[in-house]
């Protein structure tokens, strides 16, 4: 019998490439997504086949899931700044009691439970670049903070489990990814700039745009997380790409890549952005053979054909 493995947040950007992998790989999938960031769109493809099954539940209150499960995916949580600052109790709960319930039904059914962390443990980070040992700069009280305590806490309390309960628990920080099915108008960056660029509109560069990020494609961190749940390692690992550029730079690099003439203007930085973010990913390369294969060239195309591809209604909506 080919083995089963619940994805939760499934509807949602990561969370459906990973359904797509673990179906391509031969195992059973059950989905499970409340939809408040997701699109079923997502994952409509998979609907008809006999391998996959889809919950619609909200992973904060209790999870009940029949049968047999060998490995679970936590995913579900907002995961764009605009996201979690509009539902701010739904990202402390998913984090936190949706972590506790996962960790439950993980022992319950003595499957191994690998957790969506981040980057943004290390908060507005003083080490650079940023390795598994540092231990973060948090402003717990700022805006950002009930999506880093969130994944904070989610953290500790797997590590609790895995080491009071000997449960089998996996870890991935994931930095900035990117590709096909993020939601256009999630806030983020590359969605923000693209949607832009799009619709004719000037490019918003939030503070000077000094500030930097190192972006990952989708298919990458697929594969490092695939690589990650079947090594035998609980510690925290950093799956993400370490090109680095500054936003403003990477603005210019869209407005090439589009071939628009669209004027990058400036806005106001929010509150505890991130300096600076470059991922250490040694630990990755030396236990998991990992390191990303896509240039930022590539992904990008592959990210702006996906844009592209939407209706007119679709690039016209807009949340903020
Ligand atoms: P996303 O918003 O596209 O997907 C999240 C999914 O979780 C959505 O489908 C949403 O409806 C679902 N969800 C949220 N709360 C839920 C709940 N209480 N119950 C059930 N479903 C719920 O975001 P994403 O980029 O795919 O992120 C997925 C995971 O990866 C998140 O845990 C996020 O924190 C983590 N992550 C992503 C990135 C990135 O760059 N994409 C970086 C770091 C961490
Ligand atoms: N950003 C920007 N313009 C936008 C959206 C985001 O300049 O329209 C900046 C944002 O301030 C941050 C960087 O781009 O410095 C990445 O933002 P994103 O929301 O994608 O992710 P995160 O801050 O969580 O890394």
């Known amino acids: 019998m080919s083995k089963r493995i619940l994805i939760t947040g499934a509807a949602g950007f990561l969370g459906s490439h990973l359904c797509d992998r673990f179906i391509g790989e031969g195992y059973r999938v059950v989905g499970m997504d409340n939809l408040i960031t997701g699109d079923l769109k997502n ?3 998979l609907f008809a086949l006999e391998q996959f099954e889809f919950y619609h539940h909200d992973v904060s209150n209790f999870v009940h899931v029949a049968g047999e499960l060998d490995y679970i995916l936590h995913f579900a949580s907002p995961a764009s700044p605009i996201d979690y600052l509009k539902i701010p109790i739904q990202t402390l709960k998913v984090g936190s009691l949706g972590t506790h319930n996962l960790l439950g039904l993980a022992m319950n059914k003595n499957a191994r439970l690998l957790i969506a962390s981040t980057s943004e443990v ?13 231990y973060g700069n948090v402003n717990t009280i700022g805006p950002r903070g009930v999506y880093d305590e969130a994944k904070r806490f989610q953290e500790s309390m797997t590590m609790a489990y895995h080491r009071f309960h000997g449960l089998e628990t996996r870890i991935v920080r994931i930095f900035n990814t990117y590709g096909p099915r ?7 960056v590359i969605p923000a700039f693209m949607g832009q660029a799009l619709r004719g509109e000037d490019l918003t560069v939030f503070g000077d745009g000094s500030q930097t990020r190192s972006f990952c494609f989708v298919d990458d961190q697929v594969e490092g997380i695939y690589r990650l749940l079947h090594s035998d390692y609980s510690d925290p690992v950093n799956i993400g790409n370490p ?4 936003i403003l730079d990477f603005a210019k690099e869209i407005v090439k890549l589009t071939g628009t003439d669209q004027k990058i203007i400036f806005k106001d930085l929010p509150q505890d952005d991130p300096l600076r973010r470059r991922p250490d990913i040694s630990v990755a390369k030396q236990l998991l053979g990992w390191e990303p294969k896509t240039s930022r060239e590539e992904g990008m195309k592959k990210t702006f054909e996906y ?3 939407l209706s007119k209604e679709e690039l016209g909506k807009r949340e903020h």
């Open 307 to 309: 844009f592209k591809s």
């Open 122 to 134: 290390y908060g507005d980070p003083l080490v650079h670049p940023q390795s598994e040992e540092y």
């Open 243 to 246: 090109h680095e550029i500054t």
């Open 43 to 45: 994952i409509e493809h």
């Open 182 to 188: 993020m939601r256009l108008n999630d806030g983020r």
